[in-house]
């Protein structure tokens, strides 16, 4: 009982932390899309680097779900 119990509450936090990931994305995806406008490549690199290290970190967690 107490390993299911564990799968549960482990699958329950690797949903949440997918979920935190994906608005962290959007915010992201926000963030790149008003340095393209403003022509700041700086914050435009910034948020392509994190959107990068985003995808990663997903692609961590689907492979630690499935």
């Known amino acids: 009982m ?3 119990v564990h799968i549960i509450r482990k699958d329950e936090l690797e949903r949440k932390q997918s979920y935190a990931l994906r608005l962290e994305q ?11 406008q403003r022509g700041d490549e700086v914050e ?8 990068k290290q985003i995808h990663e970190e997903l692609e961590a967690l ?5």
């Not at 435009?44 to 994190?50: D, M, V």
């Not at 689907?62 to 499935?66: E, K, R, S």
């Open 2 to 4: 107490k390993q299911v």
């Open 26 to 36: 959007d915010y992201e995806l926000a963030s790149l899309f008003d340095a393209m």
């Open 44 to 51: 435009k690199e910034k948020s392509i680097l994190r959107l």
């Open 62 to 66: 689907h492979v630690l779900v499935q």
